[in-house]
């Protein structure tokens, strides 16, 4: 019964072109970053770790918002900032030896990110909004210690952020 249910959310993020929506914070108050998804059966390379669209769509998510989440309260502490990914293409390439899929990043396989952004004010007024495609420069230097399977996706956003122009 889970797998059929499972089964169908899939199909309906697939099929229905909004994709998935996990925003950071609980209860009813408005998150600080939202991510979303359009369509990300057909992103370019989206398979964290070997796993499925679900699963990667939840952990993109979850480490996205935890990079992004302290550079929006230091530099827009009272703006909201909602990304919608168009594509994703992780760094590196898989490898399939063994029983387990690892990726190997190296620069001639860089991460490709492409997105649709809007920075809002609590009234939805937009201090800054566009589309934006962030390729990986090949710097293994990073903006903070953050490892693990999305570190350099979760850099490159994280430069993007800091040096985005607002009007204000």
């Not at 019964?1 to 108050?29: H, N, Q």
């Not at 952004?117 to 566009?130: F, I, N, P, V």
Request: aromatic share 8%; net charge positive.
């Amino acid at each position: 019964m889970k797998l059929t249910l499972y089964a169908i959310c899939v199909i309906a993020i697939l099929f229905g072109g909004a994709g998935c929506t996990t925003e950071s914070g609980g209860g009813a108050a408005p998150s600080v970053v939202t991510v979303r998804f359009i369509n990300p059966g057909s992103f370019t390379d989206f398979s964290v770790q070997g796993r499925d669209v679900g699963y990667s769509t939840s952990v993109f998510t979850r480490e996205v918002t935890r990079t992004l989440v302290p550079v929006m309260a230091s530099r827009f502490p009272d703006l909201t900032l909602t990304l919608r990914f168009t594509d994703i293409d992780l760094a590196g390439r898989r490898s399939s030896g063994g029983a387990s899929s690892v990726r190997i990043v190296r620069n001639r396989t860089p991460a490709r990110l492409s997105f649709l952004y809007a920075l809002q004010d609590k009234s939805g007024h937009a201090a800054a909004s566009g589309s934006q495609r962030l390729v990986d420069n090949g710097s293994r230097t990073q903006t903070g210690n953050r490892s693990g399977p999305l570190a350099t996706e979760n850099r490159m956003l994280q430069r993007w952020l800091l040096r985005l122009s607002v009007n204000r």
